[in-house]
T-cell receptor
Framework: GAVVSQHPSRVICKSGTSVKIECRSL??????MFWYRQFPKKSLMLMAT?????????EQGVEKDKFLINHASLTLSTLTVTSAHPEDSSFYIC?????????????FGEGSRLTVL | AQSVTQLDSQVPVFEEAPVELRCNYS??????LFWYVQYPNQGLQLLLK??????LVESINGFEAEFNKSQTSFHLRKPSVHISDTAEYFC????????????FGTGTRLLVSP
């Protein structure tokens, strides 16, 4: 199946700094990528839909100036958490849809655990 | 819009016993249905999916799920669980028209003990 890779898998940063998380589709082109946030013992919350070459579509309640998403190529989307604070600590997971088929299936990255001190 | 309900937040079961994880969905349009599994500190892995055709779908590791349109359900079952099946299981739904986003349930933690 298709492979999606995230980097870094873990990151610890100081409050007030910015952190960038990368999501790559390794063996397919992804015109659409999705960014999810997962709270402890909670479901995955869709943050935004990232479309290659255009602005991301954010879900209601998600601060687009706080969570910057860039999808500059068909294989790479990045999520930047700007001026991170402890409440931004979470597990962030990206996913991508293989544009070759319209099956609705998403392929997920391994996730990135962000800890803000 | 779609929504998913997983009523059981945690299901404890003994090894080699059967298990059923419940999933009900709501949608005004036809849907695709998925079960994903998540092991600790990892991303999600697709377990099985229903897109069309046979309402009973199976995974390679013994899980199966049946799409029941009248009851809007997609329950996951396994006749005999292993310790290694301990994980979080998420049911998800998406509309089957175009590139629609995936909506997840709150997850069910399957705890298999010896």
């Amino acid at each position: 199946g298709a492979v999606v890779s995230q980097h870094p898998s873990r990151v610890i940063c100081k409050s007030g700094t910015s952190v960038k998380i990368e999501c790559r589709s390794l063996d397919f082109q992804a015109t659409t990528m999705f960014w999810y946030r997962q709270f402890p013992k909670k479901s995955l919350m869709l943050m935004a839909t990232s479309n290659e070459g255009s602005k991301a579509t954010y879900e209601q309640g998600v601060e687009k100036d706080k969570f910057l998403i860039n999808h500059a190529s068909l294989t790479l989307s990045t999520l930047t958490v700007t001026s991170a604070h402890p409440e931004d600590s979470s597990f962030y997971i990206c996913s991508a849809r293989d544009g070759r088929g319209n099956t609705g299936e998403l392929f997920f990255g391994e996730g990135s655990r962000l800890t803000v001190l | 819009a779609q929504s998913v309900t997983q009523l059981d937040s945690q299901v404890p079961v003994f090894e080699e016993a059967p298990v059923e994880l419940r999933c009900n969905y709501s949608s005004s349009v036809s849907v695709y249905l998925f079960w994903y599994v998540q092991y600790p500190n990892q991303g999600l892995q697709l377990l099985l999916k229903y897109l069309s055709g046979s309402t009973l779908v199976e995974s390679i590791n013994g899980f199966e799920a049946e799409f029941n349109k009248s009851q809007t359900s997609f329950h996951l079952r396994k006749p005999s669980v292993h310790i290694s099946d301990t994980a979080e299981y998420f049911c998800a739904v998406s509309a089957n028209t175009g590139f629609q986003k995936l909506v997840f349930g709150t997850g069910t933690r399957l705890l298999v003990s010896p």
